[in-house]
């Protein structure tokens, strides 16, 4: 079954229209036209400046666009600070660099958010947080502290700790960029087993393995701009633009 037979029925859960955005003078976001499908899996390259961060940030406002439309579940993203919270808890981020808490513990730091923000009892997001942990095989570091774990297990931790909030699509900065070579293998499996899982998922990575494993589409760049989307397979034999093309030669 094709992704686009797959996702046919499905309703959207992001729509952007005409997205753009400035820092200062500096117009960083152009034109940004995207629509993501319940369930669907969608890796986002480019070279770096290329505006990658900045537009999946705006998707749960950790930054604002100043024109176009940002609708996530069908509510817009504007200043209303309501709205805002009720989209955070749907859309989690898992960062580059991890982003834990590192005065808390692994199982402080998964349990925090579900008891502040979602307001559960201490016993139950404990119990919810260890499950996510064994789910990410790292059960056993649950009292310890994030600098006392690996790279490799610090992301598995905060993917964790997204999946505690239960969230209906989850964005991927570049996760593996910042782990040495030999722990990117253990935090892209839990990835794909998200992706066969359902989860709907943007990821901003270059790690093309996993793009052509479980992505249903591939989202190209460059200076602000989706330059080119296609399905795996077409977007790696079949090149378009030239600055597509480029980039992959440089990549792969
Ligand atoms: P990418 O993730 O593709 O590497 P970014 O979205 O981080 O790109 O950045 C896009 C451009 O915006 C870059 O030129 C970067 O220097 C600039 N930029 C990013 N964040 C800020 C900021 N807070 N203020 C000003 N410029 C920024
Ligand atoms: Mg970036």
Known sequence: MTAQDRLADRESVIQVTNMNKWYGDFHVLRDINLDVKQGERIVICGPSGSGKSTMIRCLNRLEEHQQGNVTVNGIE???NVKNIEVIRKDVCMVFQHFNLFPHLTVLENLT???MFVLKR?????EATAMKYLERVKIAEQANKYP???SGGQQQRVA???SLCMN???MLFDEPTSALDPEMIKEVLDVMVELAEEGMTMLCVTHEMGFAKLVADRVIFMDAGQIIEQNEPHEFFAN???DRTKLFL???L
């Open 77 to 79: 993203l504007t200043d």
């Open 112 to 114: 925090l958010a579900p």
């Open 121 to 125: 009892k201490k016993e139950e997001a």
């Open 147 to 149: 600098g006392q774990l």
């Open 159 to 161: 993917i964790a700790r």
């Open 167 to 169: 969230p209906k699509v």
């Open 239 to 241: 090149p378009q633009n």
């Open 249 to 251: 030669s440089q990549i």
